[in-house]
């Protein structure tokens, strides 16, 4: 447990000594009150289906650039050949940088509650879609960042870590809306797959225990995949 929290305080605190982190941040506060407050006046709605709605292709080319850096800066820069004659294992350096990402990614979230009390002066609010909606972001993020982590790991170039990272999330948002494509008896195993489907269900306040399932074992799956692919590497 040492071992984790000190890798984790190290990652976590390595993104804010560098711009990366304020970059990152900004650019989603940009993106998502730009389109949430566009469409928020225009339909004139107390509710933030519209920031959730946005919010997964959102993540497919965010969370990939936070996570790029994690493996492939120090395989690059030799220091993660050091790391490894540290007394700490595979999975507190995996575990370690993946919780980083996700508190940042938190972090990263916590400044859109604003829209959510701003609706509230504005009209009557349903706070159960809203909360459910926080959940789905939350899983959805973490699933995201064990894709970008396992990305990272593939190679030491961070440009390309964050190309594998988006594709792969970008897959995961879309498959749902290619459906029409595919044969109807496998409809239902490709919409399982999406995961804007299952955090379309969750931001609308049904929290399901399939959907919570799909996003707990998309994580585990890039982990896992992750520290194979560290244990070759070493």
Not at 202 to 220: A, Q
Request: hydrophobic share 55%; with cysteine.
């Amino acid at each position: 447990m040492k071992n984790f929290l000190n890798i984790y305080k190290r990652e976590f605190k390595s993104y804010f000594v560098s711009p990366i982190a304020y970059i990152v941040i900004s650019i989603f506060l940009i993106i998502t009150g730009w389109f949430f407050f566009s469409t928020f006046f225009l339909f004139g709605q107390a509710e933030l289906r519209n920031f959730f709605s946005l919010l997964p292709i959102t993540f497919s080319f965010i969370i990939p650039a936070i996570t790029m850096r994690l493996f492939s800066e120090e395989i690059h820069t030799g220091s993660y050949e050091l790391l490894y004659t540290m007394p700490v294992t595979g999975l507190d350096i995996i575990l370690g940088k993946f919780f980083s990402a996700l508190f940042f990614i938190i972090i990263m979230l916590l400044p859109t509650l604003s829209y959510g009390i701003f609706i509230s002066f504005l009209g009557d609010i349903d706070w159960g879609p809203v909360l459910g909606g926080y959940i789905g972001a939350i899983l959805m993020g973490a699933a995201y960042a064990s894709v970008g982590l396992f990305a990272s790991s593939l190679t030491r170039n961070q440009v390309i870590a964050f190309i594998i990272g988006m594709a792969f999330c970008v897959f995961l948002t879309l498959i749902d809306k290619m459906l029409f494509f595919l044969p109807e008896r496998l409809l239902n195993i490709f919409q399982y797959i999406g995961a804007d489907f299952h955090f379309q269900n969750i931001s609308k306040g049904v929290i399901d225990s399939r959907d919570i399932v799909y996003f707990f074992s998309v994580s585990f799956i890039m982990l896992f995949a992750t520290g194979i692919v560290i244990q070759r590497k070493k």
